[in-house]
């Protein structure tokens, strides 16, 4: 069992970090990360908190994509450290099938919130995933998080009450309501979520304003392309 040591990940504010066994992964999770049976393990990368948007600054990287840039280097970096003779595929950030969240509910990670971000004990909902690479190598494989959801001792569930669109009034999370709601000009969640922003749970965690603008005007530009 090969013992790694992920502080390198952890300065660069990749500081989320699950293995699994790829063999005890739920077979349709399996099969699509790796349907020829190639690997033995799959790590599992995410960040929680503000340090990977300061590194991802410091870096200065001038690139559509900078998160996901830094992200690719660091964790190559990483395998070129750590396991310089071992092989591994990073299969994301990549356009394939992933089931992230699958993945981050196995890991503890992953809890659901009625505005469908996940959310932890630990970091609320200021977390999210940044890569996944599959490896030959025999990882020692990492427990899930303990903690359970926060939601399920939440008072008065402040986040449903502060969406302006009612978005979250249901049951079941109104897409369609949030997406119309964005799309206004005058709207307060063009570049934010006020929902999320108003959960109480580990706010010290939070992200700056520019990380939060950088990520919601993103997916704005998302909905206004497909939206017409
Ligand atoms: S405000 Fe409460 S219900 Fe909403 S995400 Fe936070 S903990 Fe969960
Ligand atoms: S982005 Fe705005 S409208 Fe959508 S769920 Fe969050 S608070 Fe509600």
Request: hydrophobic share 40%.
């Amino acid at each position: 069992m090969s013992r790694v040591d992920f502080s390198s990940l952890d300065a660069a504010g990749l500081n989320l970090q699950a293995v699994f066994d790829l063999s005890a992964l739920p077979a349709e999770l399996r099969a699509a990360l790796d349907p020829q049976g190639r690997h033995r393990r799959l790590l599992l990368i995410g960040h929680g908190g503000r340090t990977l948007w300061e590194q991802v600054k410091a870096a200065g990287l001038a690139s559509e994509h900078p998160i996901d840039d830094f992200t690719i280097a660091a964790v190559r970096d990483w395998f070129a450290e750590q396991l310089p003779d071992r092989a591994y595929e990073l299969v994301y950030p990549g356009d394939g099938p992933i089931g992230l969240q699958a993945l981050g509910r196995l890991a503890g990670w992953h809890h659901e919130s009625p505005f469908r971000v996940g959310v932890n004990a630990e970091w609320g909902s200021w977390f999210a995933y940044r890569a996944v690479a599959l490896t030959d190598a025999e990882l020692a494989t990492t427990a899930p998080v303990g903690g359970g959801s926060p939601c399920a001792v939440c008072s008065g569930q402040p986040c449903v009450v502060a969406c302006p669109a009612g978005a979250l009034a249901d049951k079941d999370f109104s897409l369609q309501k949030c997406i119309a709601y964005r799309r206004q000009p005058d709207s307060r969640c063009r570049i934010t979520c006020v929902a999320r922003t108003s959960c109480p749970v580990r706010p010290e965690h939070r992200y700056d304003d520019a990380q939060i603008a950088h990520s919601y005007s993103r997916s704005l530009a998302m909905i206004e392309r497909w939206g017409g």
